[in-house]
């Protein structure tokens, strides 16, 4: 087994498949997740994250709220790539049992319990990640890894923003928590569009009509939630499902060493993500 793993998420159609993904891996140990405000608002992310687990039989798994809007700016949501519920409209039955509060505490007390052993990773803006940093400080020194879905390193082709040429939605709707994030000690792994929006990892309409004639349980939801997307656009980016796969079989990427300054201002460069290598000897 890989390791214990919380899942920090605001699901949001392609946090769902990540969940999917992460529930389908025998090397994670799911201790819990953690749902902050991103695609769509908290009251809803916290739902949908119950709602996939309840769907594919795992109710034991706990889910905590976590916060409500980013540091210091209001909260922009994104119904319009994810439906106005964040799973596609699908009709994807209610949970029985609801979110519980508490997020950011859970993530730095389990931390905490488990020291050198939990891999965080983090699917959305990076807000609950910034405050269990912060008001518990020993929290960076204490996780094992943080793995985020975030980021456009201009790296790549694909590495241009999808909010702003320079910005990607995770880092631009909370950049002053990316910049804690990014300026503290613990080891960070970023799965940024370079990565993701790359059209051989995209689900085109053929790769959906192969996924909806699979079996199962997850298969089901994944296709039916799904269906917005393709229908709307033509394909499915599955961003944060490539960090739970980063954290799975990391051989699988090409990673680059670099120091990274996230972009604060209220301008067209907010929320970018400017990478560059250490200095010899610095």
């Known amino acids: 087994m890989l390791g214990k793993v919380i899942l ?3 699901p949001g159609i392609d946090d769902a498949l990540a969940l999917l993904l992460a529930l389908s891996s025998p090397e994670l140990d799911i201790l819990g997740v ?4 991103g695609n769509t608002t908290i009251d809803k992310t916290g739902v949908n994250a119950r709602r996939v687990l309840e ?3 795992r109710d034991g798994i706990p889910v905590f709220l976590g916060a409500s809007a980013p540091l210091a700016r209001p909260l922009s949501t994104a119904e319009h790539v994810h439906g106005s ?3 596609g409209d699908a009709g994807i039955p209610m949970p029985v049992q609801p979110p519980r509060g508490g997020g950011i505490q859970f993530i730095a007390e389990t931390i905490r319990k488990y020291p050198g052993e939990v891999i965080v990773i983090a699917t959305g803006p990076l807000t609950n990640i910034a405050l269990a940093y912060t008001l518990y400080p020993s929290t960076p020194r204490l996780v094992k890894q943080l793995i985020i879905m975030g980021g456009a390193y201009h790296l790549t082709p694909y590495g241009r923003g999808n909010v702003t040429p320079l910005s990607e939605f995770n880092i631009y709707t909370d950049p002053e928590a990316a910049k804690i994030v990014f300026e503290s000690t613990a080891p960070l792994t970023c799965v940024g569009l370079d990565v993701t929006t790359n059209p051989s990892v ?3 309409p053929q790769r959906y ?3 909806s004639r699979l079996r199962g349980r997850k298969a089901e ?4 939630i799904m269906k917005y997307q393709i ?3 033509g394909e499915v980016e599955v961003h944060d499902a490539l960090a739970v796969a980063a954290a799975m079989q990391p051989a699988m990427f090409q990673m680059v060493e670099m120091n990274v300054q996230v972009l604060t201002n209220n301008d067209a460069s907010r929320g970018a993500t400017i990478p560059f290598k250490p200095k010899e000897g610095g």
């Open 8 to 10: 920090d998420m605001d």
């Open 34 to 37: 953690t749902a902050v405000a």
């Open 55 to 57: 769907y594919v039989g």
């Open 85 to 87: 519920d964040g799973l």
């Open 202 to 204: 995209k689900i085109d």
């Open 209 to 211: 009509r192969e996924i």
């Open 221 to 224: 939801l994944a296709s039916k």
């Open 231 to 233: 229908e709307r656009f």
